[in-house]
């Protein structure tokens, strides 16, 4: 058994087909194959069921599946850990970014990041809370990018910023001409991204429909699964809904407006990882050019490593605890 043998395993698993777990590999579909069946030689067991369309596990190829896939990881750890010993800052970071962040965070400090080192390579990875974590304890990712606490003991954090919440209306919405607009008075005709979104969950807690009961009726037949899409459905007439503060800026043209929100809300964006991740010098530079690059694009305050503790509210979107 080698490393490469349980290369082509995984290949197989996630590929389901022979020809595109060997494209996958950079090798012949022959090769792929032969070794498979060495494999299964060496163990004495069958891991595969084979059919003319497709490819599946055995209950005991699933088994051996997980090992392999951790031996797999170990081995990157311990790759990771060699190019460290030799460089920190040298080598790809693997950053996983939510959704509702990735698109106005990233345009900001990529270029930067790429300017302050070079030899650092993003490899971005956008999806949401829970798959990120996943891809942590996995080894797929080095660090990520949240906006709600990860609830995991060996996960560790810190915050980068707070970042406002906006309301956005449509310019002909009932509360456009207001300077500030309280979070109960959008419960009405709130519209939010799919349930378990963590930006959803932020929305509701912050109008007072933690509960989806005051949702708008059309939430649950227009179902928009990008924030874009839902600032499109608001400048139609739609209702309202909160978007974060970096998403400002893409508002442009669209013939609605933002206004800030009495109660103050807001997202706590935190940089999680590994405990043992062997680079934290790359993190902290993370971390610098993050903090540097939004120097005068959030409110004043919201950068600050130590925020001032404020009044409770009713308002649970200052520290959510759902994961989306």
Avoid at 25 to 50: A, Y
């Amino acid at each position: 058994m080698n490393l490469q043998d349980f290369k082509y395993l995984v290949a197989l698993a996630e590929q389901r087909h022979f020809g595109r777990a060997a494209d996958a590999c950079n090798v012949s579909q022959p090769t792929l194959s032969s070794q498979i069946r060495k494999l299964e030689d060496t163990l004495g067991v069958r891991l595969l069921e084979r059919t003319n369309k497709r490819v599946e596990l055995t209950p005991v190829g699933r088994k051996i599946l997980q090992h392999a896939q951790q031996a797999l990881a170990q081995a990157r750890e311990m790759e990771t850990v060699a190019q460290a010993a030799r460089d920190p800052l040298v080598g790809p970071l693997k950053l996983g970014v939510i959704p509702t962040l990735a698109p106005y965070l990233m345009p900001i400090i990529l270029k930067p990041l790429r300017a302050a080192c070079p030899t650092m390579p993003i490899q971005l990875w956008e999806d949401q809370t829970r798959m990120l974590i996943e891809g942590l304890r996995s080894h797929r990712l080095d660090a990520a990018l949240l906006a709600t606490p990860a609830d995991a003991p060996e996960i560790t954090e810190i915050e980068l910023f707070r970042e406002p919440l906006l309301a956005v209306l449509s310019a002909d919405h009932r509360l456009a001409d207001a300077k500030s607009v309280r979070e109960e008075d959008l419960a009405d005709d709130l519209l939010v991204l799919p349930e378990g979104n963590c930006l959803a969950d932020q929305a509701l807690a912050a109008c007072g429909s933690a509960n989806g009961l005051a949702r708008n009726p059309l939430q649950s037949s227009m179902q928009a699964a990008t924030l874009e899409t839902l600032v499109h459905l608001v400048a139609a007439g739609y209702g309202a809904t909160l978007i974060p503060w970096l998403a400002k800026d893409s508002l442009s043209g669209l013939g609605i407006v933002a206004r800030t929100l009495a109660g103050k809300s807001f997202r706590s964006i935190r940089l999680v990882s590994r405990p043992g991740f062997p680079r934290p010098q790359a993190l902290r530079l993370l971390e610098k050019i993050i903090r540097r690059e939004l120097k005068g694009r959030l409110p004043s305050g919201c950068l600050d490593p130590s925020p001032p503790v404020e009044k409770p509210s009713r308002n649970p979107a200052r520290n959510p605890k759902k994961a989306g």
